[in-house]
């Protein structure tokens, strides 16, 4: 057993991981760096959550925790997404502060300490706000999308942006790990959870390797994670719109027949009743799918899907440990 398992934790910093095996070595060097001198420097630890990464990430992870005490290793056996890998990693943080963090080095180390001082002076969440973001345009313009979609949806204050760097306390992270479906949208849970979260700006820093893993299927899949799992909004359009057609398509009746009334003579237009038809049939079309997206994820949580599954660990839990019995 590690000497870092009998220490008493007050800091964990959790990082999902996927195709990032080049740049670990530096991002775990970088994070001793910053909190070696801390007042954490005897009581953090760092875990990196593998998300069934196909490249040797793995193997990179094993051996960082070899060579660094403070890092505790986390293999899932299928790839579930970010947002369900760090929930993993939350799990097993011990820590009264939790610091959630990307792998790329897009996120600068230097900030851990300035989120964690957040959290101690009292707020539940800290987030991070970037300044001069890299990220190419379309991913800036959806984020915009997700920023203003999230207000209205989630009530998330104005002003605030949801990163994906950001720290909680303990209480909060005990919060949402109660929840345990198969869709995780992290912010939504925490956005529901609290209203004490403040936010800081950093620097937001070029990627050390690599490429993103995200493209417009997985963010489009991610906003429709949390359009469809924290909020009924999308219910509430399609209910709405079906009630505008209603009332529209009764007044559109009402014409049709005074005008058939005054000019008996006009034939009924073949392109009009066409249009009218497929308007209402793509409607309907819509809010098909927008209720099977709500069925779906209610059948795939009665079958008990799994939010991730754990393969393997650098480390012995203190449930696994005789040492603790």
Same mark, same amino acid.
Do not use: C
């Given at each position: 057993?590690?000497?870092?398992? !009998? @220490?008493? *934790?007050?800091?964990?910093?959790?990082?999902?991981?996927?195709? #990032? @095996? /080049?740049?670990? &070595?530096?991002?775990?060097?970088?994070?001793?760096?910053?909190?070696?001198?801390?007042e954490y420097a005897n009581g953090f630890e760092l875990i990196l959550a593998n998300d069934c990464s196909p490249d040797d990430s793995w193997k990179v992870i094993e051996g960082l925790a070899q060579q660094f005490p403070f890092v505790r290793g986390i293999s899932l056996r299928k790839n579930v997404g970010q947002h369900n890998a760090t929930m993993a990693g939350i799990s097993f943080a011990r820590g009264e502060i939790i610091v959630v963090m990307d792998d790329d080095l897009q996120h600068p180390p230097e900030a851990i300490l300035v989120l964690a001082d957040r959290v101690k002076s009292g707020n539940d969440v800290c987030y991070t706000k970037y300044r001069g973001r890299k990220h190419v345009a379309w991913k800036r313009w959806g984020s915009q999308f997700n920023d203003w979609m999230a207000t209205w949806m989630l009530k998330k204050p104005k002003g605030l942006y949801l990163s994906s760097y950001?720290? @909680?306390?303990?209480?909060?992270?005990? /919060?949402? =790990?109660?929840?345990?479906g198969p869709y995780t949208y992290l912010d939504g849970l925490i956005v529901g959870a609290t209203n004490s979260i403040v936010s800081i700006e950093i620097?937001? !820093?070029?990627?050390?390797?690599? #490429?993103?893993?995200?493209?417009?299927?997985?963010?489009? #899949?991610?906003? =429709?994670?949390?359009a469809t799992g924290s909020s009924i909004y999308p219910l509430? *359009?399609?209910?709405?719109?079906?009630?505008?057609?209603?009332? @529209? #398509?009764?007044?559109?009746?009402? =014409?049709?027949?005074?005008?058939?009334?005054?000019? &008996?003579?006009i034939q009924p237009g073949w392109a009009s009743t066409i249009a009218t038809v497929l308007f209402i049939g793509g409607i309907q079309t819509f809010c098909v799918g927008v209720i099977g997206e709500y069925v779906g994820r209610i059948y795939i949580r009665l079958n008990n899907t799994p939010q991730f599954v754990v393969g393997k660990k650098t480390f012995i839990s203190q449930s696994e440990d005789k040492s603790f019995t």
């Open positions: 057993m590690n000497n870092i398992d !009998q @220490m008493v *934790i007050r800091l964990s910093i959790v990082v999902p991981v996927y195709r #990032s @095996m /080049t740049v670990l &070595p530096e991002l775990v060097v970088q994070i001793h760096d910053v909190l070696k001198s801390s950001k720290a @909680m306390n303990k209480d909060i992270a005990d /919060t949402i =790990l109660l929840y345990d620097d937001h !820093q070029k990627r050390w390797d690599g #490429s993103s893993n995200y493209n417009f299927r997985k963010l489009f #899949s991610l906003w =429709l994670k949390m509430r *359009i399609a209910t709405f719109a079906g009630f505008f057609l209603s009332v @529209m #398509s009764m007044g559109i009746f009402i =014409l049709v027949i005074l005008d058939r009334l005054v000019h &008996p003579a």
